[in-house]
T-cell receptor, first 115, second 113 residues
Framework: EAGVAQSPRYKIIEKRQSVAFWCNPI?????LYWYQQILGQGPKLLIQ????????DSQLPKDRFSAERLKGVDSTLKIQPAKLEDSAVYLC?????????????FGEGSRLTVL | AQSVTQLDSQVPVFEEAPVELRCNYS??????LFWYVQYPNQGLQLLLK??????LVESINGFEAEFNKSQTSFHLRKPSVHISDTAEYFC???????????FGTGTSLTVIP
């Protein structure tokens, strides 16, 4: 079974530039999460999708961050314009509510450095 | 709302010594509890979980955690650590509806030869 795929693994940009991250969850997983993990901190939920609908985006900085999951499968997280404090690892995770075992499956993350 | 507190940010321990990583949570509803591990340059992996039933849960690599409802704790223990256990450990909680995971700030375990 293929795991959660994320790309790119690393990205370096200057502040005020834009960046996009892509995530493909495990096949059949209806729930998809984007987390932000700043160095030395735990993952913070940015947005949660159930199929192509948003369940929770209360901690997403909507003035600069956007995310979509148009067909209920893969997802894109965009930051525009980036700030220095956006330097972090962006983690994508998925789970299957129909066969819920309490586990989130994570990708390897996309590390963003904003200069 | 739920929250998770990991009291120790860094734990150095000698190889073959025992270790305990502490986790406390707060919640007004029933929760599921998890420990995730993150090895260097890798994604988070589930180490063990408590959903219901026996309050003592074990992982395949010798870790165990005990759900203590009265103390709202879910501490992680291992009687004898190995070099390969060096990693970041995150405690997490979710409501038993399955949504909204909350993670602690993590504990960096370093096993010293």
């Amino acid at each position: 079974e293929a795991g959660v795929a994320q790309s790119p693994r690393y990205k370096i940009i200057e502040k005020r530039q834009s960046v996009a991250f892509w995530c493909n969850p495990i096949s059949g997983h209806a729930t998809l999460y984007w987390y932000q993990q700043i160095l030395g901190q735990g993952p913070k939920l940015l947005i949660q999708f159930q199929n192509n609908g948003v369940v929770d985006d209360s901690q997403l900085p909507k003035d600069r961050f956007s995310a979509e999951r148009l067909k209920g499968v893969d997802s894109t997280l965009k930051i525009q314009p980036a700030k220095l404090e956006d330097s972090a690892v962006y983690l994508c995770a998925s789970s299957s509510p129909t066969t819920y075992t309490g586990e989130l499956f994570f990708g390897e993350g996309s590390r963003l450095t904003v200069l | 709302a739920q929250s998770v507190t990991q009291l120790d940010s860094q734990v150095p321990v000698f190889e073959e010594a025992p270790v305990e990583l502490r986790c406390n949570y707060s919640s007004s509803v029933s929760v599921y509890l998890f420990w995730y591990v993150q090895y260097p340059n890798q994604g988070l992996q589930l180490l063990l979980k408590y959903l219901s039933g026996s309050t003592l849960v074990e992982s395949i690599n010798g870790f165990e955690a005990e759900f203590n409802k009265s103390q709202t704790s879910f501490h992680l223990r291992k009687p004898s650590v190995h070099i390969s256990d060096t990693a970041e450990y995150f405690c997490a909680v979710s409501r038993n509806t399955g949504n909204q995971f909350y993670f602690g700030t993590g504990t960096s375990l370093t096993v010293i030869p």
